[in-house]
């Protein structure tokens, strides 16, 4: 008796057995047969999109809108799916008729989602699907939905474009105003230390070398003005009480001559002592030839007027020394004034620096905006005529011709060998619950004897006759359930293409 399951006893049952497996391939075939015409058809539509590249060369115009493909899509589907696109895609497309007035539009919008699928195919091109029951409406629904997608990408590019122009507008706004605060700021700063800039420093210094040169001059002026004074003292001094013969006044003449070529021995005539001699003697000249003739029988004039000429001179030279002076004190104010900007004009230098350095790098940073919005400007324009990166339908969605469910292949071959597995295990377990001995070996293992001899299956004709009738009707329903199943498969495979 065989109660261990083993290849050899498996291949023996089917021997004796042949037919049972027949039998359940052939209930199987049948049974996939009737599953596959009572399941739905499902057909599947498909819509292929093509990414097309900017029109324009990047080098010249450089697109604002820079995510990936993958991630728009993603973004794409999550708005396309939303109710209320889907909603308004049922009612256009007049989607499930004898439900939209029961079952709730959510669920609608639902079942319409979850039948859409998107394949992306590298990075320039993908494919949207669209299941149903009906080849022409889920035709329409994949052209839809691919309408949908470029219109929501057209729309989102030219939104995303604008939002990055209003953006930099903005905020090239506000950098425009801190810069014209800070230009204000810099101006004041100008206006209050107007002089002390650094970049007058180089006017201030050569100002002091002005005014010291000039404060050298006026001192040697005043130096020969004080000297002539002296002499015009001196002179005065010597006049007596009644007047000054012309004889004298011809005296000094005569002495100032001397003295004139004395200073010219030793100086040129350039010298301030030589020019102070030469005007005195020119003085004198004058004073001498303004001088009444002397009357032959009345006393010797007087020089009244060399008196009074001296003395005029006298205050002209006081008045001169006065004016030096007062200029003079006007240079050491106005020295001060310029040594003072000079001396200032390191630390405003410092604090210019602070606020230009601020300016400077708030400048760069309109500048650069400024480019920034000029190019979104470009790239918003691009959008809005079209010339940007675009979806394109390359093959639209036809009604299919042949449903995408169930696959009839798959179905009865999966059933051809479900019922092959479980014949061979009918098969099989037939022969473990009817136990029986039917070889001497099954015998000798079952009670540990030994077989001395085996009789023959003794047949008579009756018993062969019917053995072969038996055996043509189980070949002829074995035959004829293969040619059923084939002419089913056929009649399907037909039906359905």
Known sequence: MQDQLTLSALIDSLKRRWWIPLVCLFLAIAASVAITQRLPKIYRASTLILVEPQKIPVAYVRPTVTTSIEDRLRSLQQQITSRTRLERVIRELHLFPDQVANVPMENLVGAVASHIQLEVRGTTTFRIYYEGTDPKEVAAVANKIAELFISENTEAREKEASSTSEFLEKELQDVKTKLEQEEAIIAAFKREHMGELPEQREGNMRALEALQSRLRTISESMTRSKDRRLALESQI????????????????????????????????????????????????????????PADANGPVPTVSLFATRLKADLESVESEIAALSREQDQIHNDTNKYQQRVDNAPRNEAALNTLTRDYDNMRMNYQSLLNKRVEAKLAENLERERQGEQFNIVDPAIPPAAPYKPNLTQIIALGTVTGLMLGCAFAFAIDLLRPRFRNEEELAAAYGVKVLAVIPLISTEEIRRRSRTVRRVLVGSGVAAAVLGALAFAFLVTRQG
């Open 237 to 292: 001094s010597d006049l007596p009480t009644g007047g000054t013969d012309v004889n004298q006044v011809s005296l000094q003449l005569d002495q100032a001559r001397v003295r004139l070529q004395q200073l010219l021995t030793q100086y040129t005539e350039q010298h301030p002592e030589v020019t102070l001699q030469k005007r005195e003697i020119a003085r004198l000249e004058n004073a001498l030839a303004a001088s009444p």
